[in-house]
């Protein structure tokens, strides 16, 4: 299983960027796609996550500005964000949560590359 991200980049306080993440490899199902970030010296914080449900999470600084979401026919999962502040900047990591058969207990968590989000004052 692979996930490519792209959309990252470098972006002015207040702009936006939109964030897309592919899985593609031997899956049965993906029960969740989400993005996550890490900025220097920090541990790797949830941003958000959406399941095949349509439940979504969201942490509190990504609320009212990021939108989460996924095209479950193309297992692919976009991160739409808006309002930018410099405390974004992190590299972005897509994860996806696998199921590699039909059983829950085959499901395993894959990650993305990262990709880098800078946003200047």
């Known amino acids: 299983v692979q996930l490519v991200e792209s959309g990252g980049g470098l972006v002015q306080t207040g702009g936006s960027l939109r964030l897309s993440c592919a899985a593609s490899?031997?899956?049965?199902?993906?029960?969740?796609m989400g993005w996550y970030r890490q900025g220097p010296g920090d541990q790797r914080d949830l941003v958000a996550q959406k399941f095949s449900d349509g439940r979504t999470t969201y942490s509190d600084s990504a609320k009212g500005r990021f939108t989460i979401s996924r095209d479950n026919t193309n297992n692919t999962a976009y991160l739409q964000m808006g309002s930018l502040k410099p405390e974004d900047t992190a590299v972005y990591y897509c994860?996806?949560?696998?199921?590699?058969?039909?059983?829950?207990?085959?499901?395993?968590?894959?990650w993305g590359q990262g990709t880098q989000v800078t946003v200047s004052p």
């Open positions: 490899g031997d899956m049965f199902s993906v029960d969740a």
């Open positions: 994860d996806a949560l696998v199921r590699l058969t039909r059983f829950k207990f085959d499901t395993r968590q894959y």
